[in-house]
């Protein structure tokens, strides 16, 4: 026995708590981490209630064609400009209501700078029509 050399084992890894390990690792991070949700447009819709009769003088159109271009009270304006144009149009009448309808082809980012630019243009009382 003296003669005989012992062989070295290598070291081993105890793998019996290894999936407790690993599904406790999982618990921790779907616990800690945090989605991120987009918050969509801020927009204050009013309370349900009756339906308002509105003089049509006081209504304008603002129509969003498939090819996003936009007719503001049957005009065609650039959007770009038509912050300015709903300026001086309230500025004519300030019981304006704008009401924004869009093609349903029509791409939803050119829906959102028509919104912008009323939003730049002060406007307050944006009615948003269904599409046909």
């Known amino acids: 026995m003296l003669g005989k050399k012992r062989r070295f084992r290598g070291g081993e890894?105890?793998?019996?708590?290894?999936a407790d390990i690993a599904f406790l690792l999982l618990?921790?991070?779907?616990?800690?981490?945090t989605i991120d949700m987009d918050k969509g447009l801020g927009m204050v819709l009013p309370?349900?209630?009756?339906?308002i009769e509105i003089n049509k003088k006081n209504i304008l159109n603002c129509l969003i064609n498939s090819s996003g271009k936009v007719l503001l009270g049957g005009d065609?304006?650039?959007?770009?400009?038509?912050s300015r144009t709903v300026r001086q149009?309230?500025?004519e009448n300030n019981k304006l209501v704008i009401s924004v309808k869009a093609h349903k082809a029509s791409t939803y980012?050119?829906?959102i700078r028509v919104i912008d630019q009323l939003k730049q243009?002060?406007?307050?009382r944006?009615?948003?029509a269904e599409s046909d």
């Open 76 to 82: 065609p304006v650039e959007i770009r400009n038509l």
């Open 27 to 33: 618990i921790f991070f779907l616990v800690t981490t």
């Open 47 to 51: 309370a349900e209630g009756e339906e």
């Open 89 to 91: 149009k309230i500025a």
């Open 13 to 18: 890894i105890p793998t019996s708590s290894m």
């Open 121 to 124: 243009a002060n406007a307050t």
């Open 126 to 128: 944006i009615s948003i």
């Open 109 to 111: 980012k050119d829906y």
